[in-house]
């Protein structure tokens, strides 16, 4: 059975640090694309960032030089780490699994993880 | 970026109706070497994540139930519901995985009269 499930989810002053993991179980992520995807309260999905099978990382615009997305094949686990965080940042954040190789549909998410940011 | 525009942004049905969402994108989502449209359609309920419903335009993820269709070609997709029931109360969203970055529609809230 495929699992993801994610933690490190809190609350945080504007300007601060988190760092989010995914724990994946049912598949191994290195040989999938694994997706960061963000829900503010009350608004729609968006899509922050992917880690390809190979390795290359991609961002969007919104938090390109302050997110980094990184995987520990050891322990199935992905991460996003967050930095100079700001109050539209505040929302859910799901792991999402795409395909082996390309971006594919998200068959698989997490429950997510809220992070709230403090202004 | 890829632009998703849904419509309507709600719909409220009747039990046993049929409900039609509709996504427009800004560019084409179509690749040719393989010719499949990389839109997906994904459900989300209250206080669940995402499901995924439709991929590749039209495909139903298996265990969906068949009153879920999705259709559409060039830059216009439609997701049917037939036969509405009490529990398709949610908010639907399509997906364009073409291009990096991913992007979704706004959502459409379905509610049941």
């Known amino acids: 059975e495929v699992q993801l499930v994610e933690s490190g989810g809190d609350l945080v002053q504007s300007g601060g640090s988190l760092r989010l993991s995914c724990a994946v179980s049912?598949?191994?992520?290195?040989?999938?694309?694994m997706n960061w995807v963000r829900q503010a309260p009350g608004k729609g999905l968006e899509w922050v960032s992917v880690?390809?099978?190979?390795?290359?990382?991609f961002y969007a615009d919104s938090v390109r030089g302050r997110f980094i997305i990184s995987r520990d094949n050891s322990k199935n686990t992905l991460f996003l780490q967050m930095n100079s965080l700001r109050a539209v940042d505040t929302a859910v954040y799901y792991c999402?699994?795409?395909?082996?190789?390309?971006?594919?549909?998200?068959?698989?998410w997490g429950q997510g993880a809220l992070v709230t940011v403090s202004s | 970026d890829i632009v998703m525009t849904q419509s309507p942004d709600s719909l409220t049905m009747s039990l046993g109706e049929r409900a039609t969402i509709n996504c427009k994108s800004s560019?084409?989502?179509?690749?040719?070497?393989?010719?499949?449209?990389?839109v997906a359609w994904y459900q989300q309920k209250v206080g669940q994540p995402p499901k995924l419903l439709i991929y590749?335009?039209?495909t139903r993820e298996p265990g969906v139930p068949d009153r879920f269709s999705g259709s559409g070609s060039g830059t216009y997709f439609t997701l049917t519901i037939n036969s509405l029931q009490a529990e398709d109360v949610a908010v639907y969203y399509c997906?364009?995985?073409?291009?990096?970055?991913?992007?979704f529609g706004q959502g459409t809230r379905l509610e049941i009269k």
């Open positions: 999402a699994s795409g395909y082996p190789t390309s971006m594919g549909p998200f068959d698989y």
């Open positions: 049912g598949f191994t992520i290195n040989t999938m694309y």
């Open positions: 880690i390809y099978a190979g390795g290359d990382t």
């Open positions: 560019q084409t989502v179509l690749l040719n070497s393989n010719n499949k449209y990389y």
């Open positions: 590749w335009a039209s």
């Open positions: 997906q364009q995985y073409y291009s990096t970055p991913v992007t």
